[in-house]
C-alpha cells in the first residue's frame, strides 16, 4: 500500500468510530475522519457474525485486496477503519473492488471535504389522517 499505514492502536480506532463519519453498504461499514498527516491510516476490522477465523481472515484479504487496487483514488489524509458484515467472505474481490470504486471513493472525497457523506432525505414522518 503506497500512500496508507496500518492502523494498530485501539485509541485511532476508537477516534475513528466516536468522531469520524461513516457510511455503510452490504459488504463494509467504513468510518473516516481527517488526520491531517500525509498519508491514511487503515483499520480493518472483523468480529465474530463474519463467521470462523477462516472466513474472518479471508474477509480481511478481500478488504485489502479491494482497498490496494482502489488507493490511489482515495484523498490523502484520513483514518480509515472498514469493519466487515457477515457474509461478506462469500463475495468476490472484484465485487468489493467495484464498490469501493463506485461508491466508496466518491464518499470517501466528500468526508475528506467535510460534507455529511450520506445525508438523511425525508426523516420528518407524514402526519396521520384523524
Do not use: H
Not at 461508491?103 to 414522518?125: C, F, K, N, S, V
Amino acid at each position: 500500500m503506497m500512500y496508507t499505514q496500518i492502523m494498530k492502536q485501539n485509541k485511532e480506532f476508537q477516534l475513528c468510530y466516536n468522531k469520524g463519519r461513516s457510511f455503510v453498504s452490504k459488504f463494509v461499514i467504513v468510518y473516516a475522519r481527517p488526520n491531517k498527516l500525509s498519508c491514511n491510516r487503515l483499520g480493518i476490522t472483523t468480529g465474530k457474525k463474519v463467521g470462523n477465523a477462516v472466513c474472518r481472515s479471508r474477509a480481511r484479504r478481500l478488504i485489502r485486496q479491494a482497498w490496494r487496487e482502489n488507493e490511489l483514488a482515495a484523498p490523502i489524509g484520513l483514518d480509515i477503519v472498514i469493519v466487515a458484515r457477515a457474509g461478506l467472505a462469500d463475495y468476490s474481490a472484484t465485487e468489493l473492488s467495484w464498490y469501493f470504486r463506485k461508491y466508496g471513493m466518491p464518499l470517501l472525497q466528500r468526508i475528506y471535504a467535510g460534507e455529511d457523506p450520506m445525508p438523511r432525505q425525508g426523516t420528518a414522518r407524514p402526519k396521520k389522517k384523524s
